[in-house]
C-alpha cells in the first residue's frame, strides 16, 4: 500500500529547475527542506469528473505509484513520497542525473525487466530509451523509470491489453506500418520485415524477442516475456 500524503508539498519540499514535460506530467527537481537533498518530483494532473479531457484517472496515476512501491533494485528508480491535493498527485523520485543513449546497457535493462517479470510479475511496457536513463553522467548505473502505464498480471490469466508507443522508432522499424491500428496488428501478430540496411547487424538479436506465447498470452516485443524468454 502506498502512503498518500494530503499535507502541503511545499511544507516538505523546495520546487527548483523543470526537468521533464509532457501533456499531464511536469516533472521538476526539488530540495527536501528537512534534509538538503534533491529529488525528482513527477507533478501529474488529475482528469475533474468523468467527462474531463485532460488528465489521467487517479486510479491510473495511483497505478504507478503501487508499483513504484513494490519494486526494489538498484537499477530501477525508487519512489520517495507520494503527495494528493485537489489538481494533482505528486510522485517523489529518486533524482537521474543524465539521460542518455542507453543501448550499450541492454544487459542491464534485461536484468531489471528480468526482475520486474520474475519477482512481481510486473509487465512496464514503455521501455524506450526516454525511459532508460542514468544515475549519473559517465557512469554506468542505470535506472528504469516512467511505469505510467505498467501492469501486473495475474500469473496464468490471459491478459489482453493495446498499450505502448507504436511511432516510437529512430526511423526504422521492423514493425512500423502506415497507421497505428496496421502497426498494432503488425506487433500481436508478429509480422515484421527488416531492412538489411538498418538491421543486418541486429537482426538475431531481434529475432529472438519477437517470440509470440500463445499460452501466456503475452507478445514478446518490446518488453513482454520475449525479452525474459532471451536471458
Ligand atoms: P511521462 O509519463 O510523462 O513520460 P516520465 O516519468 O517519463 O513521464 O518523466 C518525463 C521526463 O522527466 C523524463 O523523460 C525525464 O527527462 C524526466 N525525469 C523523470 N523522472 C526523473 C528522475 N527521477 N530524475 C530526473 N529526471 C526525471
Ligand atoms: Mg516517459
Known amino acids: 500500500m502506498v502512503i498518500i500524503k494530503a499535507d502541503d508539498f511545499e511544507n516538505y519540499y523546495k520546487i527548483l529547475n523543470d526537468l521533464g514535460r509532457d501533456e499531464f506530467a511536469a516533472v521538476k527537481r526539488v530540495k527536501e527542506l528537512s534534509s538538503g537533498i534533491d529529488y525528482a518530483a513527477k ?26 512501491s513494490q519494486l526494489n533494485h538498484r537499477n530501477i528508480i525508487t519512489l520517495r513520497d507520494v503527495f494528493e491535493n485537489k489538481h494533482e498527485i505528486i510522485l517523489v ?3 537521474v542525473g543524465a539521460e542518455e543513449e542507453a543501448v550499450s546497457f541492454i544487459l542491464k535493462i534485461l536484468e531489471s525487466v528480468h526482475h520486474m517479470h520474475e519477482k512481481k510479475h510486473i509487465v512496464h511496457l514503455d521501455l524506450k530509451p526516454e525511459n532508460v536513463m542514468l544515475l549519473e553522467k559517465n557512469k554506468i548505473h542505470l535506472k528504469i523509470i516512467d511505469f505510467g502505464i505498467s501492469g501486473q498480471l495475474k500469473p496464468n490469466e490471459p491478459t489482453k491489453e493495446t498499450f505502448g508507443t507504436p511511432e516510437f522508432v529512430d526511423g526504422a522499424s521492423p514493425l512500423l506500418d502506415n497507421t497505428n491500428q ?40 518490446t518488453c513482454g516475456y520475449g525479452l525474459y524468454k532471451y536471458l
Do not use: C, M
Open 43 to 68: 507533478f501529474i494532473g488529475k482528469k475533474r469528473g468523468i467527462v474531463g479531457k485532460r488528465g489521467l484517472k487517479r486510479e491510473e496515476i495511483l497505478r504507478e505509484a503501487e508499483i513504484l
Open 93 to 95: 523520485l529518486e533524482l
Open 182 to 221: 496496421e502497426t498494432f496488428a503488425n506487433i500481436s501478430q508478429v509480422d515484421y520485415r527488416f531492412d538489411e540496411e538498418f538491421f543486418s547487424h541486429t537482426k538475431d538479436f531481434i529475432q529472438r524477442l519477437f517470440i509470440k506465447n500463445p499460452k501466456s498470452g503475452i507478445l514478446g516485443t
